[in-house]
């Protein structure tokens, strides 16, 4: 059931009932088990498809509101694919109102860059929120992290929530799922320095020099690193902070250490 429309048109094929194809996309946006197996997870939006596209991710289909005359860019996603039409309702479910295109993109399975002399990284330990995982994979691409590593149990990197969030970022640099500390630490080699952070940390953020290989880890949100992670850093990192707060939120720690990192390194 995929056309391609024609100038000013769709073409006369398109999905208009939520047919069994249809529920297998819709299955992709809650149902990581699903996204998985499948090896698939959908994409809206012109800047993340645009790096998805620049950086080689495979683009399987786009899936277009047939009702309506497409944007230039909209038209051009679609003559470059496999597209499907679908009825602006059926759209909406799996894009919210006024989509005009949804990319269904396969997953990968990323590594961090091999023999990075100055490897940037940072490691997010048992994440529970897609959107706080998203967040930190958009600072780590805009303070020049070589990757983003997610530990343990943890959100899905391919969660809508996380994709959305990370606003293209995901495509742009690798991020890896590890289950086990060492395979991590065997990963990346004993040259690197791990940092973790926490309020009760042993060093002031502004103390460390960041300016070496590092790993920076971020504990999960309410229950902070694991006894694992901590057994295994050089030093843990204390952010300075005023007022009533105990703490912040695990996405603002990992912007807050990936700022500090890059202006030791790159922006001062």
């Known amino acids: 059931m995929s056309t391609h429309p024609r100038d000013g048109q769709t073409g006369p094929v398109r999905v208009t009932r939520p047919n069994a194809q249809f529920q297998q996309w819709q299955a992709l946006l809650t149902n990581r088990t699903k996204r998985h197996r499948e090896g698939a997870f959908l994409v809206q939006g012109v800047r993340p498809i645009t790096l998805a596209e620049e ?21 051009a996603l679609v003559g470059r694919h496999e597209a499907v039409g679908l009825s602006a309702d059926l759209l909406a479910e799996l894009a919210g109102k006024d989509a005009e295109v949804v990319a269904v993109v396969a997953t990968r399975d990323e590594q ?4 990075v002399p100055d490897l940037f990284a940072v490691c997010l330990d048992r994440p529970s929120s897609p959107g706080n995982l ?18 343990g149990h943890a959100a ?8 959305r969030a990370s606003t293209g970022s995901l495509f742009s640099l690798p991020v890896v799922r590890s289950e086990r500390p060492d395979d991590v630490l065997d990963a990346i080699g004993d040259r690197v320095t791990v940092l973790g ?16 290989p590092v790993l920076l880890v971020v504990g999960n949100e309410t229950r902070g690193m694991s006894a694992a992670w901590r057994e295994r850093c050089d ?16 996405a603002n720690a990992a912007t807050v250490l990936l700022y500090e990192a890059a202006r030791q390194r790159h922006l001062s």
């Open 235 to 250: 030093h843990v990192l204390r952010i300075p902070i005023r007022g009533s707060a105990s703490s912040l939120n695990a």
């Open 55 to 75: 950086h080689d991710w495979q683009v399987r289909t786009v899936l277009y509101d047939a009702d309506r005359r497409l944007s230039d860019w909209a038209r």
């Open 197 to 212: 952070s926490d309020e009760t940390g042993d060093l002031d953020l502004h103390a460390a020099d960041l300016t070496g």
């Open 134 to 151: 998203g967040s930190v994979v958009r600072s780590a691409d805009a303070f020049g992290a070589h990757g983003v590593v997610v530990a």
């Open 156 to 163: 899905d990197p391919y969660d809508p929530q996380a994709v």
């Open 112 to 115: 961090l860059p091999p023999d």
